[in-house]
């Protein structure tokens, strides 16, 4: 169990009987028994998860955390700081990738101002919870309080509250912040004690000289700030983000809902890193959506021991690699829902 603000958070284990159950079912369905591969493992979490062999999912959400980081300073973008702001207005209008593969597969994109460094105007479709604008430079000091990484958990879980009771059955995790890259790779090292040249990648497609500087600004931020690996809380408040914060509040209030995640790429792994040592019986509500080409992003779901069900070489972020893996997941779900067995269609069961 794991307390945030006065609140604590206990997440159920899956049901194994469930589980038990759905892959009784599968093997009974119309087709060679284990046919259909990872779906069927899909479909037998789903039964884990949700507690039944009629899983549905046709109420998908994708929740985008957009926040600014102060550590952009070091020159560590390709882009200025500004492009976090004028993405969020986009966002609001369609225009965005996440927004056509939104509306391709029938989700939602709930976009959320974890902290964006100037106010926004206000929009009937943005979710307001700025913790601060921006978090300071990692580089020169810690870049937020533990309160901050905490309110930021927090804001995370009222929002996916929010949006379940609203009737969304599935969940993915998205993104948004010039410098959440260089955030990511200082958590995801510090998480798994892997080398910063291993987990840092090229963000949004910067030259070889800024990569340079970005991974020498990472290793000097864990130097100073120590972040504890025994204390996720630490992690996240010292090299972490308000998106971070944001994203593993959604993770751990979509589980305790009983609710599957889709996590999406680089930021959404780091996240998933924290929220699990925060909380280990999350993991087996997460589906990875995809592998990122941020090299980052495959030391974390090895370390989360989860396989992406996509590898479409996408380093964008914004929970496009999440909204594409749904349409799969949803798949699964139909297998079990709606598929004959042998007995239901009349159909002669393999010879003994």
């Known amino acids: ?41 899909i479909a037998q979490q789903l039964a884990g998860i949700l507690q039944t062999l009629t899983p549905r999912l046709e109420q998908k959400a994708i ?17 200025p700081q500004a492009v976090t702001a004028q993405m969020i207005k986009n966002f609001l209008r369609g225009g965005a990738a996440i927004n056509v593969l939104a ?15 100037v106010e926004l105007p206000p ?17 020169t000091g810690p870049a937020m309080t533990r ?42 090292a510090a998480m798994t ?30 130097a100073l700030n120590q972040p504890d690996l025994a204390d996720p809380l630490d992690v996240l408040a010292k090299v972490g983000g308000f998106e971070l914060g944001g994203l593993i509040g959604v993770m751990l209030g ?20 924290v929220a699990t040592a925060l909380v280990p019986t999350l993991k087996d509500y997460l589906f990875a959506s995809h592998r990122s080409q941020e090299p980052g992003h495959q030391v974390a779901l090895q370390h989360l021991g ?14 496009t690699g999440a909204v594409l893996a749904m349409p799969l997941i949803e798949a699964a779900a139909k297998i079990l829902c709606e598929m004959a067995t042998f007995d239901e269609a009349g159909v002669a069961k393999r010879s003994s």
């Open 1 to 41: 169990m794991f307390s945030v603000t006065e609140r604590d958070i206990s997440i159920e284990p899956i049901d194994a009987e469930w589980q038990a159950y759905a892959s009784q079912r599968l093997d009974r369905l119309t087709k060679p028994q284990g046919s259909l591969g990872r779906l069927e493992l």
């Open 63 to 79: 929740i985008t955390m957009a926040a600014d980081h102060g550590v952009v300073a070091e020159g560590v973008s390709a882009y």
């Open 103 to 117: 509306r391709h597969v029938g989700a939602c994109v709930i976009v959320v101002d974890m902290g964006a460094a």
């Open 123 to 139: 929009h009937p479709a943005l979710i307001v919870r700025k913790i601060g604008l921006g978090t300071a430079n990692m580089a």
């Open 147 to 188: 309160a901050q990484a905490c309110d930021a958990i927090q804001a995370g879980m009222e929002i996916v509250e929010d949006v379940i009771q609203r009737g969304a059955q599935l969940i993915g995790t998205g993104d948004m912040g010039i410098g959440n890259t260089t955030a990511a790779s200082a958590v995801t």
């Open 193 to 222: 004690g892997a080398a910063v040249e291993t987990v840092t990648g090229y963000g949004t497609g910067i030259d070889t000289a800024t990569h340079r500087r970005k991974m020498a600004v990472i290793q000097r931020t864990l």
């Open 254 to 273: 979509a589980a305790q809902a009983r609710r599957p995640v889709v996590v999406d790429g680089m930021i959404s792994g780091a996240a998933a890193l």
């Open 306 to 319: 989860l396989s992406p069900l996509l590898d479409l070489q996408l380093r964008l972020g914004e929970g």
